[in-house]
């Protein structure tokens, strides 16, 4: 695991743009941080690398927002609303969870595989990033490192 200490949302961005010029079909990224954290600025980097040139906002309301035109679709969700695994399934959204047609990254991951739950860390395919607020501006981001 790597850490890095973002001093800005334009740091965060960079590191989400990074990912996205490595990403893979089938990809799932795994979001975990409080409201703030910096989550929906990752995405919108995660978009950026992908070619993705819409708008990125989050989908707290929508649960799911689609976003195509990059070299892979990206499927951006938000589990906030919802508070367990069968909710997520009910609603239909297991699909952008087990190898997405494109990239997935989800925020409020714990939803899915709450803590203590073990995640598919050891697959290709699913990587989890940690957000944790240090300041103001500073935010840690812990997360496995796909340039590799």
Partial sequence: MVTLI????EETRALGERWGRFAQRGWVIGLRGDL????????????????I?????SPTFGIVNEYEGGRLPLFHLDLYRLESAEQI???????YLVQPDGVSVVEWIDHWLP???PAPEQ?????????????????SLTHDDPGN
Avoid at 89 to 95: K, N, R
């Fill in 6 to 9: 973002s001093r800005s949302p």
């Fill in 36 to 51: 703030g954290a910096g989550k929906t600025q990752f995405v919108k980097g995660l978009a950026a690398g992908l070619g």
């Fill in 53 to 57: 040139t819409t708008r990125v906002h």
């Fill in 89 to 95: 399934v009910s609603a239909g959204l297991e699909g």
């Fill in 115 to 117: 803590p203590g739950q």
């Fill in 123 to 139: 697959t290709d395919n699913f990587h989890l990033i940690k957000f944790e607020i240090l300041g103001e501006q500073e935010r």
